[in-house]
Protein backbone atom coordinates (compact mmCIF):
# COMPACT_ATOMS: atom_id res chain seq x y z
CA UNK A 1 0.00 0.00 0.00
CA UNK A 2 0.93 3.56 -1.13
CA UNK A 3 2.45 5.06 2.36
CA UNK A 4 0.72 8.85 0.53
CA UNK A 5 -2.15 7.89 0.48
CA UNK A 6 -2.59 6.77 4.21
CA UNK A 7 -3.21 9.70 6.50
CA UNK A 8 -3.08 10.11 10.51
CA UNK A 9 -6.53 8.78 11.68
CA UNK A 10 -6.06 5.46 9.03
CA UNK A 11 -7.97 6.44 6.10
CA UNK A 12 -7.42 5.83 2.80
CA UNK A 13 -7.58 8.60 0.10
CA UNK A 14 -9.54 7.62 -3.23
CA UNK A 15 -7.25 8.17 -5.93
CA UNK A 16 -9.98 8.80 -8.46
CA UNK A 17 -12.36 11.39 -6.11
CA UNK A 18 -9.99 12.79 -3.38
CA UNK A 19 -12.35 11.64 -0.07
CA UNK A 20 -10.90 9.54 2.76
CA UNK A 21 -12.81 6.04 3.56
CA UNK A 22 -12.17 3.35 5.49
CA UNK A 23 -11.36 0.62 2.72
CA UNK A 24 -10.92 1.48 -0.92
CA UNK A 25 -11.79 -1.75 -3.63
CA UNK A 26 -9.70 -3.27 -6.59
CA UNK A 27 -11.51 -2.81 -9.69
CA UNK A 28 -12.09 -6.21 -11.65
CA UNK A 29 -12.13 -6.35 -15.51
CA UNK A 30 -15.96 -7.06 -15.35
CA UNK A 31 -16.34 -3.49 -13.83
CA UNK A 32 -14.59 -1.83 -16.11
CA UNK A 33 -15.97 -3.75 -18.63
CA UNK A 34 -12.43 -5.23 -20.42
CA UNK A 35 -10.83 -8.45 -20.92
CA UNK A 36 -8.25 -7.54 -17.83
CA UNK A 37 -8.54 -6.01 -14.48
CA UNK A 38 -6.72 -2.79 -14.67
CA UNK A 39 -4.01 -4.64 -12.07
CA UNK A 40 -3.80 -7.48 -14.80
CA UNK A 41 -2.23 -4.77 -16.86
CA UNK A 42 -0.28 -3.20 -14.75
CA UNK A 43 -2.11 -0.25 -13.42
CA UNK A 44 -2.65 -0.78 -9.69
CA UNK A 45 -5.68 1.18 -8.68
CA UNK A 46 -7.82 0.97 -5.96
CA UNK A 47 -11.12 3.28 -5.67
CA UNK A 48 -13.68 4.25 -2.80
CA UNK A 49 -17.00 2.31 -3.39
CA UNK A 50 -18.71 4.82 -4.82
CA UNK A 51 -16.11 5.08 -7.21
CA UNK A 52 -16.40 1.61 -8.12
CA UNK A 53 -19.91 2.03 -8.82
CA UNK A 54 -19.74 5.20 -10.71
CA UNK A 55 -16.75 3.49 -13.10
CA UNK A 56 -19.64 0.50 -13.25
CA UNK A 57 -21.90 2.66 -14.58
CA UNK A 58 -19.85 4.42 -16.74
CA UNK A 59 -17.98 1.35 -18.51
CA UNK A 60 -21.59 0.04 -19.12
CA UNK A 61 -22.75 3.44 -20.92
CA UNK A 62 -25.68 3.50 -18.29
CA UNK A 63 -27.39 7.10 -19.41
CA UNK A 64 -27.48 9.41 -16.53
CA UNK A 65 -29.21 11.79 -18.38
CA UNK A 66 -32.74 11.26 -17.66
CA UNK A 67 -35.78 10.86 -19.77
CA UNK A 68 -37.17 13.19 -17.35
CA UNK A 69 -34.85 15.29 -17.49
CA UNK A 70 -34.66 15.31 -21.61
CA UNK A 71 -38.08 16.35 -21.95
CA UNK A 72 -37.79 18.84 -19.17
CA UNK A 73 -35.02 20.74 -20.97
CA UNK A 74 -36.67 20.30 -24.11
CA UNK A 75 -40.20 21.42 -22.90
CA UNK A 76 -38.49 24.60 -21.42
CA UNK A 77 -36.60 25.31 -24.79
CA UNK A 78 -39.60 24.55 -27.51
CA UNK A 79 -41.97 26.73 -26.90
CA UNK A 80 -40.01 29.92 -25.67
CA UNK A 81 -37.66 29.30 -28.72
CA UNK A 82 -40.56 28.70 -31.03
CA UNK A 83 -42.69 31.84 -29.87
CA UNK A 84 -39.35 34.23 -30.07
CA UNK A 85 -38.94 33.09 -34.06
CA UNK A 86 -42.04 33.30 -34.55
CA UNK A 87 -42.17 36.46 -33.08
CA UNK A 88 -38.90 37.45 -35.71
CA UNK A 89 -40.06 35.78 -38.70
CA UNK A 90 -42.99 38.43 -38.28
CA UNK A 91 -41.32 41.41 -37.50
CA UNK A 92 -38.31 41.63 -38.39
CA UNK A 93 -38.04 42.67 -42.12
CA UNK A 94 -34.24 41.99 -41.82
CA UNK A 95 -31.76 39.40 -42.99
CA UNK A 96 -34.12 36.48 -40.52
CA UNK A 97 -33.87 33.85 -43.32
CA UNK A 98 -29.99 33.94 -43.68
CA UNK A 99 -29.56 34.72 -39.56
CA UNK A 100 -32.19 31.62 -38.96
CA UNK A 101 -30.26 29.26 -41.58
CA UNK A 102 -27.27 29.81 -39.66
CA UNK A 103 -28.36 29.26 -36.08
CA UNK A 104 -30.55 26.05 -37.47
CA UNK A 105 -27.27 24.92 -39.52
CA UNK A 106 -25.21 25.11 -36.61
CA UNK A 107 -28.20 23.51 -34.10
CA UNK A 108 -27.88 20.35 -36.24
CA UNK A 109 -24.59 20.48 -36.80
CA UNK A 110 -23.90 20.58 -33.10
CA UNK A 111 -26.45 17.34 -32.86
CA UNK A 112 -24.31 15.89 -35.38
CA UNK A 113 -21.22 16.11 -34.38
CA UNK A 114 -21.69 15.24 -30.76
CA UNK A 115 -24.17 12.24 -31.47
CA UNK A 116 -20.99 11.41 -34.22
CA UNK A 117 -18.24 11.29 -31.62
CA UNK A 118 -20.15 9.64 -29.17
CA UNK A 119 -21.40 7.20 -31.66
CA UNK A 120 -17.24 6.63 -33.01
CA UNK A 121 -16.26 5.93 -29.85
CA UNK A 122 -19.21 3.84 -28.42
CA UNK A 123 -20.96 2.63 -31.18
CA UNK A 124 -24.16 2.75 -28.76
CA UNK A 125 -26.37 5.34 -30.38
CA UNK A 126 -28.60 5.68 -27.71
CA UNK A 127 -26.04 6.55 -25.07
CA UNK A 128 -24.96 9.25 -27.97
CA UNK A 129 -28.07 10.62 -28.69
CA UNK A 130 -29.22 10.62 -24.60
CA UNK A 131 -27.55 13.84 -23.58
CA UNK A 132 -28.21 17.58 -22.79
CA UNK A 133 -26.27 19.09 -26.23
CA UNK A 134 -28.00 16.70 -28.25
CA UNK A 135 -31.43 17.65 -26.66
CA UNK A 136 -30.37 21.32 -26.50
CA UNK A 137 -29.52 21.43 -30.17
CA UNK A 138 -32.46 19.28 -31.19
CA UNK A 139 -35.06 21.54 -29.60
CA UNK A 140 -33.61 24.76 -31.00
CA UNK A 141 -33.68 22.61 -34.60
CA UNK A 142 -37.88 21.94 -33.41
CA UNK A 143 -38.19 25.62 -32.82
CA UNK A 144 -37.15 26.75 -35.81
CA UNK A 145 -39.25 24.20 -37.90
CA UNK A 146 -42.67 24.76 -35.67
CA UNK A 147 -42.35 28.80 -36.04
CA UNK A 148 -41.35 28.36 -39.67
CA UNK A 149 -44.24 26.24 -39.92
CA UNK A 150 -46.62 28.76 -37.74
CA UNK A 151 -45.50 31.88 -39.83
CA UNK A 152 -46.29 30.14 -42.87
CA UNK A 153 -49.67 29.47 -42.02
CA UNK A 154 -50.13 32.79 -40.41
CA UNK A 155 -49.39 33.88 -43.72
CA UNK A 156 -51.50 31.97 -46.12
CA UNK A 157 -54.39 30.30 -44.01
ZN1 LIG B 1 -13.69 7.69 -4.95
Not at 51 to 79: D, G, H, Q, W
Not at 117 to 133: D, F, G, I, P
Amino acid sequence: MNDQSLDPAGLLKCPSCGTKVPSLFKLTADDIQRRFSPEETGFYMRVCSDCVNSLRRAARLEVRYKSKEMLRNASFTIPPLSLAFYALFRTWTGPVFLITTVIFLTAGATVFKETGQRYAYTHNLVWSLRNRRVTIGFSITCAIIIAAALSQIARFG
